[in-house]
């Protein structure tokens, strides 16, 4: 069974950056997309960013555009999310997940999801 584990989390003020990292046990399938998705205290589970297995197609939610970079290495079966500019309402739980396919699916299951690194930021 395919486990990821997300790194990088912690605490930081507004402002600040901070990178994720999430790297897959062994490769899920021959092709996949990889995503962030983010949970805030006593919200719903939102989408933050996803790559595609070849790298050149992300895609991410408007709050984080121009802040937020999602880029991967298949060689290491890691996907990263560089997160500058952090706002306290963006203190969440950043799960990482795996989708089967070449392309990414808004709208289909992920196949893997990891445990979550808690991002805090304070104000």
């Known amino acids: 069974q395919v486990q990821l584990e997300e790194s990088g989390g912690g605490l930081v003020q507004a402002g600040d950056s901070l990178r994720l990292s999430c790297a897959a046990s062994?490769?899920?399938?021959?092709?996949?997309?990889m995503a962030w998705f983010r949970q805030a205290p006593g919200k719903e589970r939102e989408f933050v960013a996803a790559?595609?297995?070849?790298?050149?197609?992300?895609y991410y939610t408007d709050s984080v555009k121009g802040r937020f970079t999602i880029f991967r290495d298949n060689a290491k079966n890691t996907v990263y999310l560089q997160m500058n500019g952090l706002a306290p309402e963006e203190t969440a739980v950043y799960y990482c997940?795996?989708?089967?396919?070449?392309?990414?699916?808004?709208?289909?299951?992920?196949?893997?999801w990891g445990k979550g690194t808690l991002v805090t930021v304070s104000s």
């Open positions: 790559i595609a297995w070849g790298g050149s197609d992300s």
């Open positions: 062994e490769r899920p399938f021959s092709r996949y997309s």
């Open positions: 997940a795996v989708q089967a396919g070449s392309s990414w699916s808004p709208v289909r299951d992920m196949d893997y």
